[in-house]
């Protein structure tokens, strides 16, 4: 892993201590190496975290070895070593043994269609000084970040990170009225927003194409709907069963070539279960470091289901305990989160991350397979709700309210109350906006309450469903369920997810690694029929059943617990000096009215309604903007860890 940044412009061209500045603010993404190069037009910049060929040769920004071409990247491509073979029967010749070298090579054979042979996790610049062209690519599933900022008089300003954006004068610093619609309704935002005007991340799976005549081609390289449409010829479970044990096996095997030390996230659910597993079988147990993370709180540890994993398996397990002190830390984990951004799990993961990297720089994750597998609980709302639209909406709305008004706040993980507060809310939309309404923070009527003229209009005019639609209208003719977590990769597990695994691990420069997410498997479990994913009540069929024999059952079987803070708990005392700190410093009155702020404090603190999420999104908006309108210098370096 690593932290790229660079500028493209004729007028003014790239200053080098700009440069400096905006690799400096990147330091935490790679530790063991940081350069900047200036040709002509193009400033390039580059901060490394070792992880494949350790030695300076192939430090960044990194030539090809005709001098032609220059590269910064961030990432791993798994399959170098094959693609290093066949480029050599190209004529291909190398100067190490990194894998950003064959990518340099690679675009010289086969231009842009290289993206399609790469196996990993990416954001990359690549420069031609004979061409003068600047190619800017992300990986399929976007687990690297990469922001951009057209310049008006022509050219680019990129980054790993918006803070290193805002180390060049050029980019604005004025909220985008669509990014903080989408922030405050999700809690992160989608697609190519951003929390900046003029700011763009681009998306997932596409790749920017500059030209010296100012000519940009953006296109996406990667169509994951066609495998949703095109079903595999598997009619067989056992057939099922067979294909995915060795497609799985193998993206395991490839995630494990390190030239450092490596280990695993274990929580003791079956996704982290599965890699560790897998691990395990593929290695050495005895040697493999595995690490999870416990909360003091009830009903939030899962210690003692990590713990018979590890025992299981023969794995060396260590653990750690997240208490409540802890949430003292959200100013320095505002800043390496970046972007406003309040998944509740980004707590926990940001220490756990911590915790990993005194042992190891490498460590394999579970993330992804509730998204490909259909692992959530919002699936069987969705199978709900396909059974009992028939019920006039004039009677399901006395009755939400009836029964949110009997049922006691629990303050829990998403408790039994709030989910069925949301799917009664949502009870009389059609399927696909139901489905994105049960993961809403605010909704629009609570946003025109929240916010202050003109903000008011500016942000909640914004439809969230304009970002969601096309997306559906992509897998129109699949499956309601198929549909449905299409949508949640394309969204929530790029936007949400893959951001906090990237910013909680790269804050302690320790990279982590996915194989539910190598694209053979996502393309694999996508063209699969949804009854090897979803059965009734049961989720994750084919993976459960792969996994017989090699976990215990009661682990296999486990209901869903998910990965969450007990944030609203933490929030519900009023007098406590941390939260009456953070009370203190809520968001600007000229954003957000006051009195609706004070009340979602206050509800919450007298438990008529559990407002966790909803405080944790101003708190963290609120630190970030705090950075945004103070010195430029509050970008430079965290608060003391």
């Known amino acids: 892993m690593c932290g790229i940044a660079g500028r493209l412009s004729w007028d003014p061209p790239p200053r080098i201590s700009v440069l400096e500045r905006m690799t400096r603010r990147l330091a935490h993404r790679g530790p063991d190496h940081g350069a900047v190069v200036l040709d002509g037009i193009i400033g ?56 950003t070298e064959v990518i340099l090579e690679a675009w010289k054979i086969w231009g842009v269609a290289c993206l399609q042979r790469f196996n990993g996790m990416f954001a990359l610049a690549l420069w031609d000084r004979t061409a003068k062209t600047l190619f800017l690519a992300r990986d ?22 918006l803070k290193a954006l805002l180390a060049d004068g050029d980019v604005p610093r004025k909220v985008d009225p669509e990014g903080l619609s989408q922030y405050l309704s999700l809690n992160y935002t989608l697609g190519a927003t951003s929390m900046l005007a003029g700011v763009r991340k681009l998306e997932a799976g596409h790749f920017l194409l500059l030209d010296q005549d100012g000519r940009i081609r953006d296109e996406s390289w990667w169509d994951l709907a066609h495998h949703f449409r095109n079903k595999l010829p598997i009619t067989s479970e056992g057939e099922a069963l067979e294909a995915w044990d060795a497609l799985f096996r193998d993206a395991v095997r490839l995630r494990m070539i390190s030239d450092v030390p490596l280990g695993a996230f274990l929580s003791g659910g079956v996704d982290s279960s599965a890699v560790t597993a897998s691990m395990a079988n593929l290695g050495n147990p005895a040697q493999l470091d595995t690490f999870s993370m416990d909360f003091p709180e009830e009903g939030f540890s899962e210690l003692h289901k990590a713990l018979r994993v590890a025992t299981h398996l023969g794995v060396r397990h260590h653990e750690r305990t997240l208490h409540r002190s802890f949430a003292a830390n959200l100013a320095n984990v505002s800043w390496y989160v970046d972007e406003p951004f309040a998944d509740s799990s980004i707590l926990p993961m940001f220490d756990l991350a911590a915790f990993a990297r005194e042992s190891v720089t490498v460590a394999l994750s579970g993330d992804g397979a509730d998204e490909i597998f259909g692992g959530y609980v ?108 299409y949508v949640d990769i394309r969204t929530w597990l790029v936007d949400d997810i893959l951001v906090k695994v990237d ?73 406590d000096p941390l939260v009456a700190k953070l009370r203190k410093n809520m968001p600007a009155e000229d954003l957000f009215d006051p009195r609706q702020v004070d009340s979602l404090w206050h509800l919450h603190a007298e438990k008529r309604q559990d407002n966790g999420l909803r405080l944790l999104n101003l708190v963290f908006f609120n630190l970030w903007l705090q950075r945004l309108q103070g ?5 430079d370096a965290p608060e003391a860890m």
């Open 44 to 99: 390039l910049g580059h901060r490394r975290l070792a992880i494949i060929d350790l030695k300076p040769e192939s430090n960044q920004p990194l030539r090809d070895v005709t001098g032609r071409l220059i590269i910064v990247f961030n990432g791993e491509i798994y399959n170098h070593q094959e693609l290093r073979r066949e480029l050599e029967n190209h004529g291909a010749s190398f100067a190490t043994h990194s894998d």
């Open 140 to 161: 399929r599933l976007g687990k690297k970040p990469l922001y951009y900022h057209l310049l008006p008089r022509g050219g680019i300003v990129f980054g790993s990170e």
């Open 378 to 485: 919002t699936y069987d709302a969705d199978r709900i709700h396909a059974l009992t639209r028939w019920i006039p909406q004039g009677l399901m709305q006395p009755l939400g309210k009836a029964v949110t008004a009997l049922l006691p706040v629990s303050m829990g993980k998403v408790g039994f109350d709030e989910r069925i507060r949301r799917f009664l809310d949502a009870q009389g939309l059609p399927p696909p906006q139901a489905h994105v309404a049960w993961r809403q923070i605010f909704s629009r009527e609570e946003k025109m309450n929240l916010l202050q003229d003109p903000w008011r209009w500016d942000v909640a005019n914004h439809d969230l469903w304009c970002h969601f639609q096309p997306l559906y209208q992509q897998v129109a003719d699949c499956h309601f369920l198929d549909q449905a977590m």
């Open 503 to 575: 910013r909680a691990t790269m804050a302690h420069a320790l990279e982590a690694r996915a194989p539910f997410l190598d694209y053979r498997v996502v393309e694999f479990a996508a063209a699969l029929p949804v009854k090897f994913k979803i059965q009734g009540l049961n989720k994750k069929v084919l993976l459960k059943k792969s996994l017989a024999g090699r976990l215990p059952g009661d682990i296999i079987h486990q209901k869903k617990a998910g990965f969450s803070a007990p944030v609203s708990r933490w929030f519900a005392c009023l007098t």
């Open 631 to 635: 010195p430029d210098a509050s970008w």
